[in-house]
Structure formats: C-alpha cells, structure tokens
C-alpha cells in the first residue's frame, strides 16, 4: 500500500517567518497535489506537480517534486495569519487512475 | 466557476438505518469519486465510477456501500446499514480525466448514533 508521510504534523509559525513542510511516498509516481482545507471546510486545490522537477508558486506559497527522491515541499515565505489551514499532500499511484492517497496532513498556524 | 454540489451538509441518523448522500459533479466533468475523512484524520479513498460503473474502491468500500449515478447529474452514496464507525464527513469530487486534479465538493457530516 503507498504511505504517504508528512512534516511537521502541527506547525506554528510568527507572521512573517518561513518554513517548508515536507512530503514523502513510498512508492513511484510523478503525480502529486496539495490541497488546504480550512476547519469544517472542503479540500481547496493549491498545486498540481505532474513530473520530477515541477515546480509552482502561487503567492506567498511554492510547491516542488522529486520523483526520485520520492518528496515533495511546500514551501511558505513571510507567513501571513491567513494561511492558517490544514495542508495535504496527495499522490496518484500510477496505474490506478485518480485514486488519490493523501498525506497526514500539516496542521499550520500562523500567529501574529 | 463550475463547483461540485452536495447534499445534505449534515445528517444525523441511528445505527442500523439507511443513509443516501447526494452529489452533482461539476457538468463536463466523466469520472466521479467518493471519499471520506473521520475526524481529525486524513482524507480516505472510497470509490471512483466512470461510464457507470465502479473502476476502483478501496477495502472501507465494502458491501454496505454502493454508488449510484441514478439521472444525468446527480452521483450517489449509499450505506445500507450503518455503522458507528461510519461517523465522517464523506467528500465528493469529479475531474474531467482519470488522471489530474480532483474538485472536491464542501462535504456531508455523517453522525451516526
């Protein structure tokens, strides 16, 4: 069964600060996702990595992959309240279509 | 923007009783997911349907649960007798392929006393 592992689990952070949380799966795949979701919220879509070396940023958030090494980041400048949420990583094992085996979740919260 | 819709936000219901949950994936969209999230805990795949029938489930999505995709927008979850242990909020999601991003609809909340 593919894991999929994160850290931090819990992550709090001053406004303004950096901090990168990590993602690790344990079986091959070039397809991964980061998802936010906010307290009794849905899961929003943050990035989509679709080969080794992909890299997107969107704001003051970065997400990276490593097909080899089998990680991904998600990387967060000068932190802002807002970006307090639960952060998931999810990979799509090859050959079976889009089931999605989601990480443990990084719990962020940003204090002022 | 185009969103995926579900029904109820939350249900209340007995052990032992029949639960239905209700979701319309966005318009365009071919392939259909359902998956679950006990409190506190991660996101869980259940099952994926595509051309109206099940391609993938995983070992939660057992004979208690059947999906359903009854009219040409409305995609179902059924637990026939459920569970205490059923307790979650159970997500919808749709995407255009079977492989790429996954639209999550905002959830049922699933309590089962």
């Known amino acids: 069964e593919l894991k999929v592992e994160q850290n931090p689990l819990f992550l709090s952070m001053q406004e303004g600060k950096n901090y990168t949380i990590y993602c690790n799966y344990s079986t091959t795949s070039d397809r991964l996702y980061w998802y936010r979701q906010d307290p009794g919220k849905s899961l929003e879509s943050l990035f989509v990595l679709l080969s080794n070396g992909a890299v997107k940023q969107e704001g003051r958030l970065m997400a990276s992959l490593d097909t080899k090494a089998r990680l991904s980041t998600l990387h967060i400048t000068a932190a802002v309240h807002d970006l307090s949420a639960t952060y998931f990583c999810?990979?799509?094992?090859?050959?079976?279509?889009?089931?999605?085996?989601f990480g443990t979740g990084t719990s962020l919260t940003v204090i002022p | 923007e185009p969103e995926v819709t579900q029904t109820p936000s939350h249900q209340v219901t007995q052990m032992g009783q029949e639960v239905i949950l209700r979701c319309v994936p966005i318009?365009?969209?071919?392939?259909f997911y359902w998956y679950r999230q006990i409190l506190g805990q991660k996101v869980e795949f259940l099952v994926s349907f595509y051309n109206n029938e099940i391609s993938e489930k995983s070992e939660i999505f057992d004979d208690q649960f059947s999906v359903e995709r009854p009219d040409g927008s409305n995609f179902t979850l059924k637990i026939r007798s459920t569970k205490l242990e059923d307790s979650a909020m159970y997500f919808c999601?749709?995407?255009?392929?079977?492989?790429?991003?996954?639209?999550f609809g905002e959830g049922s909340r699933l309590t089962v006393l």
């Open positions: 999601a749709s995407s255009k392929g079977n492989t790429g991003e996954l639209f």
């Open positions: 318009s365009n969209h071919l392939y």
């Open positions: 999810a990979v799509d094992m090859a050959g079976t279509g889009n089931q999605f085996y």
